[in-house]
């Protein structure tokens, strides 16, 4: 059967994530809905990240299969007008080899988190950024990010219905910088944790507020205990930017 791969954005704001759910509606319904629309076929897609409710996407990846063969071009313009009224775009359709997985065969998987950090709400960007009104310190909060680069235990920044085997993971990048009145802070790992990012920045805001330096960062995540991590960060700052293969 021929094999698909999309490269999808979306506002997660009014999907309960990309996961199917039996009564809300999430991401991955509205694609497999208009790929029915499309081709008359029922088809399961997988993607390459189960983003959860709130979170956005500019490069998602998700692949299926048809019974027949269709133009990439045809995919794309075909899906993106059964997609319309919802804010779901195919940026990309391409044709693959059946071993193709979207999930299985991602190397990396790459996230920015933005934070808004002035003390007018936003407006433009409401249930897109993190609205947080106390000066940070985007500069230590860097410093911090940094000291848990590489292969650690990361118990402390996952969520206690996460279902991976392993805590162990290998966070290649990690990194906060500001831009005006933005704080943006970016990571890359092959996989990543279920909430392990929001975990993550919202033990960063401790360090941004002062309340904790870089080190007691570093020693909440040697802990290897949920209860030293920080308030998690909510889900509207969160975007998958790109996924690498």
């Not at 998602?60 to 027949?68: E, P, S």
């Not at 805001?205 to 330096?213: D, L």
């Not at 949920?226 to 790109?242: E, N």
Request: proline residues 6%; glycine residues 6%; aromatic residues 8%.
């Amino acid at each position: 059967m021929p094999r698909y791969r999309l490269t999808i954005e979306y506002d997660g704001t009014p999907f309960s994530g990309w996961q199917r759910q039996p009564d809300r509606p999430s991401v991955q319904q509205a694609l497999e809905e208009a790929i029915a629309a499309m081709s008359g076929e029922t088809v399961t897609t997988q993607a390459a990240g189960r983003t959860d409710a709130g979170v956005h996407a500019l490069g998602q990846v998700a692949h299926f299969d048809l019974g027949k063969s269709w133009d990439p071009f045809r995919i794309r313009e075909a899906l993106n007008y059964h997609l319309r009224p919802q804010p779901v775009a195919i940026i990309a359709a391409d044709a693959v080899d059946d071993s193709f997985e979207a999930r299985f065969s991602a190397r990396a998987r790459h996230y920015e988190y933005r934070i808004l950090n002035r003390r007018a709400p936003p407006v433009i960007e409401r249930n897109h950024v993190w609205h947080l009104p106390m000066p940070l310190d985007a500069d230590a909060m860097d410093h911090a990010a940094g000291l848990i680069l590489g292969t650690h235990d990361f118990t402390t920044f996952r969520s206690a219905e996460c279902q991976a085997k392993s805590p162990l993971r290998t966070l290649d990048a990690f990194a906060v910088r500001r831009e005006l009145d933005h704080i943006v802070i970016t990571a890359s790992a092959r996989s990543f944790l279920h909430h392990q990012v929001r975990s993550m920045v919202g033990s960063l805001k401790m360090v941004g507020e002062g309340k904790w330096s870089p080190a007691e960062f570093r020693a909440a995540l040697d802990a290897r205990d949920r209860r030293r991590c920080g308030a998690m960060a909510p889900s509207a700052g969160l975007y998958l930017t790109r996924v690498d293969y």
